[in-house]
């Protein structure tokens, strides 16, 4: 099984709105990945999680703060977005982190927009 | 720097011939992956092949191989007997193997029109 999951598909929230979006995957893997990605551009690294911990944050702007409450769980929580934040945000993870051998599986992603 | 290269904006072929999908790295590192993805419409990021800088021979899996050329610095992936379901965005990535600089890189990405 290779299935990263990732909840909700579709995201419409205003300026004001906290919401949250949700990646789960059951493969035993130790690093959890956040992407974002803008229309036909290549996914940009937000922020890795390695064995439950903060590894790399890309100075993200603080409206997008991540949470990883277990090894199978990676949160994205979003306050105060701003249009420019719509986007396709990517789940990934793979089996560890801090090698150059291991690939990515990736969630289908969700489609945020900000109105 | 601009680490991954692919310099194809667009590609056609038309089905059950091959195509190859040129992309081209730099990095000092010894150690070094390299990966390519397929992003159908949908989204999601499909792990095709990996090349890991120490292999000797060219990856493959099934209708996929990696063309690796390590003097050239370059990794290009030749998809054969295209089908109409490889119509997608290709993605080329590299993960360098030095501690603490491990996060992957894309490349711009190829999107590949397979005609029938």
């Known amino acids: 099984d290779t299935e990263v999951t990732q909840t909700p598909k579709h995201l419409v929230m205003g300026m004001t709105n906290k919401k949250s979006l949700k990646c789960e995957q059951h493969m035993g893997h130790r690093a959890m990945y956040w992407y974002k990605q803008k229309a036909k551009k290549p996914p940009e690294l937000m922020f890795v999680y390695s064995y439950e911990k903060l590894s790399i944050n890309e100075s993200v702007p603080s409206r997008f703060s991540p949470e990883c409450p277990n090894s199978s769980l990676l949160n994205l929580h979003l306050h105060a977005l701003q249009p420019e934040d719509s986007a396709l945000y990517l789940c990934?993870?793979?089996?560890?982190?801090?090698?150059?051998?291991?690939?990515?599986?990736f969630g289908p992603g969700t489609r945020l927009t900000v109105t | 720097a601009q680490k991954i290269t692919q310099t194809q904006p667009g590609m056609f072929v038309q089905e059950k011939e091959a195509v190859t999908l040129d992309c081209t790295y730099d990095t000092s590192d010894p150690s070094y992956g390299l990966f390519w993805y397929k992003q159908p419409s949908s989204g999601e990021m499909i792990f095709l092949i990996y090349q890991g800088s120490y292999d000797q021979q060219n990856a493959t899996e099934g209708r996929y191989s990696l063309n690796f050329q390590k003097a050239r610095k370059s990794a290009n992936l030749v998809i054969s007997a295209s089908q109409l379901g490889d119509s997608a965005m290709y993605f080329c990535a590299m993960r360098e193997g030095r501690v603490g600089n491990n996060d992957m890189r894309f490349g711009a990405g190829t999107r590949l029109t397979v005609k029938p």
């Open positions: 990934a993870s793979s089996y560890m982190f801090g090698t150059d051998s291991y690939e990515q599986y």
